[in-house]
């Protein structure tokens, strides 16, 4: 599995994170190769699960070439090779993106989800 990967769900189950899930898109669109889908309680619940993963990816001198909707119920993190999103539950449930990707293989992330 990517490295990169494990950084970012650890991360976002360190914080709590709702229902996170990844998915392999590279061989749909030359946007990314993975998506990290990942659901906050609160505004400032998203806020801290974005800011941990960049925390994290940080100390592995890993940066953000960008960084969408600080303000909004939706961050964006864009890591080149891996788009972190991270939404309050109803703009995740509004967007869908699961189902925008249908197509897309799930990677099983369960051995590095705590219970």
Not at 14 to 25: G, T
Not at 44 to 54: G, Q, Y
């Amino acid at each position: 599995m990517n490295a990169k990967i494990e950084t970012i769900v650890k991360a976002l189950d360190s914080k709590k994170a709702v229902d996170i899930e990844v998915l392999e898109i590279g061989t749909l669109t030359v946007v990314a190769d993975y998506f990290v889908i990942a659901a906050g309680t609160s505004n400032t619940h998203v806020r801290a699960l974005a800011d941990e993963v960049e925390f994290k990816l940080a100390e592995e001198g890993i940066t953000p070439r960008q960084i969408e909707g600080r303000a909004t119920g939706w961050i964006l993190l864009d890591y080149s090779d891996v788009v972190v999103h991270v939404f309050i539950g109803e703009q995740r449930e509004h967007y869908n993106l699961e189902k925008l990707w249908a197509d897309a293989e799930k990677v099983d992330i369960s051995s590095l989800i705590t219970e």
